[in-house]
């Protein structure tokens, strides 16, 4: 697959086998925080529904995948430091 439409999923390899085989057995999806998981779901279902807090991620999330339902939240918070993050991620 195209690495433009996939994000890593930070879970060890047997959390990613277990999240996969019940995200398989759903019918709708919410998360908090969206990213890899979210991605990854989104292979299985369509109704994905994900509060998230950042604006700009969102859109990075969006230009992976589309079909993404996402509630912004302004919590005002910053948790961490945008320039540590990995650039295949900005």
Same mark, same amino acid.
């Given at each position: 697959?195209?690495?433009?439409?996939?994000?890593?999923?930070?879970?060890?390899?047997?959390?990613?086998?277990?999240?996969?085989?019940?995200?398989?057995?759903?019918?709708?999806?919410?998360?908090?925080?969206?990213?890899?998981?979210?991605?990854?779901?989104?292979?299985?279902?369509?109704?994905?529904?994900? $509060?998230?807090? !950042?604006?700009? +991620?969102?859109? =990075?999330? &969006?230009?992976?995948? /589309?079909?993404?339902?996402?509630?912004? $939240?302004?919590? !005002?918070?910053? +948790?961490?430091? =945008?320039? &540590?993050?990995?650039? /295949?991620?900005?």
């Amino acid at each position: 697959m195209d690495n433009r439409y996939t994000m890593k999923i930070y879970m060890k390899d047997d959390e990613i086998k277990l999240f996969t085989k019940y995200i398989k057995q759903s019918k709708s999806y919410l998360e908090f925080g969206s990213g890899g998981s979210s991605i990854e779901a989104s292979k299985y279902i369509n109704d994905i529904t994900t $509060i998230e807090t !950042d604006n700009e +991620w969102i859109k =990075k999330v &969006k230009n992976i995948n /589309n079909k993404i339902n996402f509630i912004y $939240i302004n919590i !005002d918070c910053v +948790w961490y430091d =945008k320039q &540590k993050i990995p650039s /295949n991620m900005n």
